[in-house]
């Protein structure tokens, strides 16, 4: 919505400068998107007079001028200042826009200098058109009138010095889609004081030749109130200068006097109009839904199929305009119209936007008439548009034809002014609120509001304390702790999963892993990769084609943003995400995960060959350290018993017996494939509820155990076959003494030829080191020995791996 000052002045008495006039207008709700004011650019602009223009002594293509200059403005001091002019047009006598030493001048980007051209001293400038950026013309500097006054702002006189407003307006607003929407906020703030609206009633001269019908099919709900007047014998040419500017200053193209009428309706009163040729229609005007086959060529010069469901307006011939969006073509107003059928009607708002959408017109009306205008104000409307046309236009009205009535809801709410303070804290006299509802168009009836009609978005009681609220300004509110429920110490607040999910997401950010936020929903596809896709979990009304389904897992999504950055260039990736998976549509089938994704290399190039491509370990690694942050005990068993999206050799299963808690591994190569992934891809996923905890629970942590005697290590090397994993081994070994044995680490690999040459076909050598930790007193050399044979005989166990020799 775009207004200027001195149009916001026709509504609104006030004193009040620019800066406070925005400044209320945000506060109010309606908040300000910018502000254009001229002054600000070519406020230094002066009219000037060439005293005399000589040839310039250096240069056949330059003029020598004096310049008589006004600097304090009209009747003021005069100076004479020495200006170098290249411009053809340079003559003495003429009166011309000066601009001083230290202006900006807008069309160039300079600011201007005292300076020396052609060893002849200039000061100041005197500008063309384009220099001031009101047209692309620089033939010639810019001649005026002999009488235009000298030393005045050339803004001032060129009528150029009004300030533009743009303002952003909520759907909830449409009474703010008028300039005196504006001026009635501003009033009840106590910025001015809102002028008075003379609607008072044009008198007929004849009666209409031109009847209007509501049809059985619009008047209950599309169109129930149409009003329109004939006006004989009008003059259809270009609109006054006033308000031709006023139409510039907000973006409009002027085009003919009736036209610029309806626009100037449409923002200043918020009340769209439209003139008829009436010349050109045949017959009764009839407002009725389209009839199959019907078309219309509309006034943006494009022809639409119509239909049911699209309310027209309409003669005996056709189609003449679409209710509430858009006039015809055919009998629109020309230069050549002497009499006109004017419309103020009033349409649907949920009718004129389907008529809006499935036509795609987008229009001043349409935007209107969808939020709501105000269905009381059609014939008032009706009669101020009758006087400004008879005004501009001449001409002779007939009396009005009119069918239906005002669609008025009877709404009246209980207005209680201690609500102010329970709903929104500011403690407000009752005298005020009331005065202030009044101001808005409120009728108040003892402890009854009743909203004005052109205010539709007003539905109940808190409506009525917001209005109060915003009208004395919610910046005034002041904040004050919430009192406690209970003395002392407050509770925590956060669930214990809260915490848990805290955690994890502080120590995945500590590793180095950068937090992706993603939807819920992916694409069937994609959701079928990873055990996901069914019926139970598509979406109903998904937002679009590539969100069909609630997502299985969180690692679609990380590998969608992977093959994003890929994309761009940024290969090494460590992404995270933790959220919601679901299994199923019914409430107990979501889980909560944590899922951490690695891909390409593990640190940037140096000299020292530290880079390398991050692996299952890597993965592994970081899903044991997030583990440790949950809680989650030390010592798991792992499978291999991975979903069908992990590598199957290289992954593994973390659980405590049958209770899954992570899964770790790589990506597997088809799932990269499908998702445009530049892989291997490394990752992990932790089912947070899933880690148990602890039994005890305290609000400190265990005292940390500290052991005083030395610790033993002592290495093993075992023979082993080929296909046992050194995580088996690792086990085996770590039970054999579990109150001693502190860790087992697998610290060598001997396999391939060289090894089954020395140890046998199918053979490889596992080395591990196994450290014991006492607590009560030194280990003696038997008792190591003794640790150190269960350690053999568990191995062999467990592996049939015996010592090597």
Known sequence: MKFTLSWLKDHLETEASLDEIAY???????????????????????????????QHP?????????????????????????????????????????????????????????????????????????ELELSDDHTGIIDLPADAPLGERFIDWKGLSDPM???????????????????????????????????????????????VTLADDVKDRACPHFVGRLIRGVRNGPSPLWLQQRLKAIGLRPISALVDITNLFTFDLNRPLHVFDAGKVRGGITVRQARPGEEILALDGRTYALGPGITVIADEAGPEGLGGVMGGEHSGVTEATTEVFVEAAYFDPIVTAATGRRLRINSDARYRFERGIDPAFTRPGMELATRMILDLCGGQPSAIVEAGAPALADRAYRFDPRKVVSL?????????????????????????????????????????????????????LEGKPMRRAKPGVPKPILTPIQMREKAARRTLAALGYNECVTYSFIDRDSAALFGGGAEAVRLENPISSEMTHMRPDLLPALLQAAARNQARGFMDLALFEVGPVFSGGEPGEQALHATGLLVGATAPRDPYGSRRIADVFDARADAEAVLAALGAPQRVQISRKAEGWWHPGRSGVMGLGPNVIATFGEVHPKVLRAMDVKGPAVAFTLRVEAVPFPKA???TRAALGLADLQAVERDFAFVVDRKVEALTLVNAAQGADKALIESVSVFDEFAGEKAEAQMGPGKKSLAISVRLQPRDKTLTEAEIEAVSAKVVEKVAKATGGVLRR
Do not use: Y
């Open 24 to 54: 209320a207008l945000t506060d109010l709700g309606l908040e300000v998107e910018a502000v254009a004011n001229p002054a600000e650019r070519l406020g230094a602009f002066r009219i000037a007079k060439v005293i005399e223009a000589v």
């Open 58 to 130: 250096n240069a056949d293509k330059l003029r020598l001028c004096r310049v008589a200059t006004w600097p304090d403005g009209p009747g003021g001091r005069m100076e004479e200042v020495q200006v170098v002019c290249g411009a053809p047009n340079a003559r003495t006598g003429m009166v011309g826009v000066f601009a001083p030493v230290g202006t900006h001048v807008p069309g160039t980007g300079v600011d201007l200098k005292p300076g020396v051209i052609r060893g002849v001293e200039s000061n100041g400038m005197l500008c063309s058109e384009r």
């Open 165 to 211: 407003i743009h303002i952003k307006i909520t759907p909830n607003r449409p009474d703010a889609l008028g300039v005196r929407g504006l001026a009635r906020d501003l009033a009840a703030r106590g910025l001015g004081r809102l002028k008075p609206l003379d609607a008072a009633p044009v008198p007929g001269t004849f009666k209409s030749p031109i009847t």
């Open 424 to 476: 929104v804290g500011m403690d407000i006299a009752e005298g005020e609120q009331r005065a202030t509802l009044e101001a808005l168009g409120f009728t108040l009836d003892g402890d009854m509001a009743s909203p004005p009609s052109w205010r539709p978005d007003i539905l109940g009681e808190a409506d009525l304390v917001e209005e109060v609220a915003r009208v004395a300004s919610l910046t005034k």
């Open 697 to 699: 629970k305290t609000a």
